[in-house]
């Protein structure tokens, strides 16, 4: 069966802004939007516009309509925003746009918000149990004085494996499998805005090409070892690619 849902932006939200349960429970309901809108304006253009012309118009105007929308929200609720917050969340809107693009959704509304409901309630989970053993609280409330707190759970290595996981599990309850989502779309991006270390050596210039790269090769490597195993339906694909990351991503940071 295919996914209705959009995997590659909700992946890419997950690995970007799971490490607190506000900015998960925001983002989802964008991620949710851009889609929606993409489909929306398809079903409104594809009629009038030849397929060469729709995808761009497609394509630009949610990336356009997701950031807009992530920029308005996030300054509204005070949250963080770094130097590629507008990058990353065009790629979210441009992930969306592929989506709709090359399925054929049928406008089924209820379909797409069902299992994007089930993506975004494990991805406001994984956010909450990030958030309150980093820091003892949830939504910067504080709950309890930990002797333990895991700073690192907030870091991207254990985002990938949040959006592998959840991935995954909602894999598992629709009995679907990610055929045709591709994970080099949301690695890419994610390496680009969050590299696990940067060589001081080569300067800050040529210590970030030399981290992507190094990141990419590895990723490759490993997903076309992973042609070989064996893992459970539901993590076959993507999921699985994506843990593999957050591992990658663990020895990495290491350095």
């Known amino acids: 069966m295919k996914l209705r849902y959009p995997a590659e932006a909700f992946a890419l939200g997950i690995i970007l802004f799971s490490g607190d349960m506000e900015a998960a429970f925001v983002s989802g309901t964008l991620v949710l939007l851009a889609v929606v809108f993409a489909q929306v304006l398809k079903n409104f253009l594809k009629d ?67 299992e994007s409901a089930l993506v975004w309630g494990f991805w406001i ?28 759970l ?49 300067g800050e210039a040529g210590g970030a090409v030399f981290a992507i790269a190094a990141c990419l090769i ?4 490993v997903r076309k070892t992973l042609v070989f195993s064996r893992p459970g339906k539901a993590y076959r694909k993507m999921p699985v690619e994506l843990i593999s990351m957050g591992f990658i991503y663990m020895v990495l940071s290491v350095y």
Request: proline letters at 5%.
């Open 48 to 114: 009038a516009l030849p397929g060469w012309s729709l995808w761009p118009c497609v394509a630009v105007a949610a990336a356009a309509v997701c950031t807009s929308a992530f920029e308005l929200a996030f300054w509204q609720l005070g949250l963080e925003r770094d130097s590629f917050f507008w990058f990353s969340t065009a790629v979210i809107g441009l992930l969306a746009a592929k989506h709709v693009l090359m399925n054929e959704l049928e406008a089924d509304y209820g379909s797409l918000c069902y």
């Open 125 to 152: 989970l994984f956010a909450i149990g990030r958030e309150f053993f980093a820091t003892g609280g949830i939504c910067g409330w504080p709950l309890m004085e930990l002797e333990y707190r895991a700073a690192s």
């Open 154 to 202: 907030q870091e991207p290595m254990f985002g990938f494996l949040a959006a592998g996981m959840t991935l995954a599990f909602v894999n598992g309850i629709l009995k679907k499998n990610q055929i045709t989502a591709e994970s080099f779309w949301v690695v890419l991006p994610a390496i680009l805005v969050t590299r696990p270390f940067t060589p001081a050596r080569f």
């Open 218 to 221: 590895m990723f490759l490597s």
